[in-house]
């Protein structure tokens, strides 16, 4: 079992940056990747980023150039930077754990981008 926490999500004007944290406990050393994930009102869940054990990076589209995922294996910690955010950006944020049988997920962090 791996239990996840996500924080720092919020209110920001267009332009602003955040910082999300997903503190990950329990089961850790099964895990081979960590997965960000995001849904809009009325829309599908959308993976993001992800960041591998081994350090390999990957974005969607999206938010290619703007976010940034990063890990503290000392804090069982993943973040996700996100820089020049835009109103489109508004959604619940959801941090994912994947290992080789299943995937965990946290509760999600609202994060709107609004003026």
């Known amino acids: 079992q791996v239990q996840l926490v996500e924080s720092g999500g919020g209110l920001v004007q267009p332009g602003g940056s955040l910082r999300l944290s997903c503190v990950a406990s329990?089961?850790?050393?099964?895990?081979?990747?960590m997965r960000w994930y995001r849904q809009a009102p009325g829309k599908q869940r959308e993976l993001i980023s992800t960041i591998t054990s081994g350090g390999i990076t990957n974005y969607a589209d999206s938010v290619k150039g703007r976010f940034t995922i990063s890990r503290d294996n000392a804090k069982n910690t993943v973040y996700l930077q996100m820089n020049s955010l835009k109103p489109e950006d508004t959604a619940v944020y959801y941090c994912?754990?994947?290992?080789?049988?299943?995937?965990?997920w946290g509760q999600g962090t609202q994060v709107t981008v609004s003026s």
């Open positions: 994912n754990a994947l290992t080789r049988l299943r995937g965990y």
């Open positions: 329990g089961s850790i050393i099964s895990v081979d990747a």
